[in-house]
């Protein structure tokens, strides 16, 4: 158990081939990155769900030919986060974190934590805190 601020969290070991791992599948969250203008844009949202790029590119009032998928090793170089393990937490000012809606209902929700071998459980709320955006970016 870790504690940030106000924010409690739990790390998980996670084995994909693994069916007995700790943690509620159901409540998983992926993120995928992108990058735009010099920044890099992550997206959070239910693991089973897709994103819906005109919603997105809305938020973002860009073209979606604007928005390009981020190189995960310079993602690696840059902020450490292995392929499969990107947290949506913002630690740099170069990344903008949009959550999608579907958050708000969660009381707790699994999420990357840098490394694809890490998953972290944290209230949605606290999430909610310190991400940036939450918007409807998910296909329905």
């Known amino acids: 158990q870790v504690i940030r601020g106000n924010n409690e969290y739990k790390i998980y070991n996670f084995d994909p081939n693994n069916e ?54 310079e993602l690696e170089v840059l902020f450490g986060y292995e392929s499969g393990g990107i947290s949506p937490i913002p630690i740099s ?4 974190s949009f959550l999608d ?23 949605g709320n606290d999430l909610i805190s310190l991400s940036t955006d939450i918007f409807d970016i998910s296909k329905s």
């Open 20 to 73: 007995n791992n700790e943690f509620d599948v159901n409540k998983c969250y992926k993120t995928i990155a992108f990058e735009y203008d010099g920044k890099f844009i992550f997206v959070c949202l239910k693991i089973k769900d897709s994103i819906d790029y005109n919603k997105l590119c809305l938020c973002l009032n860009i073209k979606r030919s604007e928005l390009k998928k981020a190189d995960i090793k």
């Open 101 to 123: 809606r579907k958050i708000q209902l969660e009381d707790n929700i699994f999420c990357g934590f840098g490394s694809k071998n890490k998953i972290m459980e944290i209230k």
């Open 93 to 96: 000012n170069k990344i903008q």
